[in-house]
């Protein structure tokens, strides 16, 4: 397994070790040893699972109290999955990472407690897989605007996106909850 840093401390692109041959492809989705070893200690508590269409955007999400550390992968499809740093107290507060994960590249990012996350759907359709470290409270679900003009994340649509009513009015960064 290769665990890459990004620019936002705490985000890790995890590359998998893949064994193919003719009969398809075996790798480690999680191990917790070898994730702790590479930077990932986290204790998951709930999979969620998730399939989508081509220009389905989903978030920018992230729980004010509660807050959720996720291990999210494709396992069918492509999408552009994006983090922001909402830790108030961060160097980098408000920055934003994005990155392709795809069924062919087996990519997996660790989003830790403190970020939104969102992604939207770059192929025909794609199935979206992630592991949380708390449990999912909609009292305390919160959604950052997709297309907050300071945050200015390129979004790879063709056209206007499909969001659902939550994500059409999601708070701008000045006006969100955002974590100390």
């Known amino acids: 397994m290769n665990v890459v840093q990004t620019p ?34 986290a204790t998951f508590v709930q999979d969620n699972h998730s399939r ?10 992230y729980q004010i109290k509660q807050p959720q550390g ?7 499809g492509e999408v ?14 408000g920055k934003w990472y994005g990155c392709t994960l795809s069924a062919d590249n087996k990519r997996m990012l660790w989003v830790p407690p403190g970020f939104a996350h969102g992604f939207v759907v770059t192929s025909d359709y794609a199935e979206f897989l992630y592991k949380t470290t708390d449990y999912w409270a909609p009292e305390h679900e919160r959604t950052l605007a ?10 790879p649509v ?9 994500d ?3 708070a701008t960064l000045d ?5 100390d």
């Open 70 to 76: 996720k291990l999210v992968r494709c396992t069918a």
């Open 168 to 170: 059409k009015v999601g």
């Open 80 to 93: 552009f999955d994006v983090v922001v740093d909402l830790r108030r107290s961060s160097a980098t507060f």
């Open 52 to 61: 989508s269409a081509r220009n389905v955007l989903r978030g920018l999400h």
């Open 8 to 41: 936002l401390a705490g985000v890790l692109v995890v590359e998998p070790k893949v064994f193919g041959d003719n009969r398809g492809f075996f790798y480690e989705s999680w191990n917790a040893r070898a994730f702790e070893v590479g930077g990932i200690n």
């Open 146 to 155: 997709w297309n907050d003009p300071a945050l200015a994340i390129p979004w």
């Open 158 to 166: 063709s056209g206007e996106p499909a969001l659902s009513a939550k």
């Open 175 to 179: 006006r969100a909850e955002v974590y």
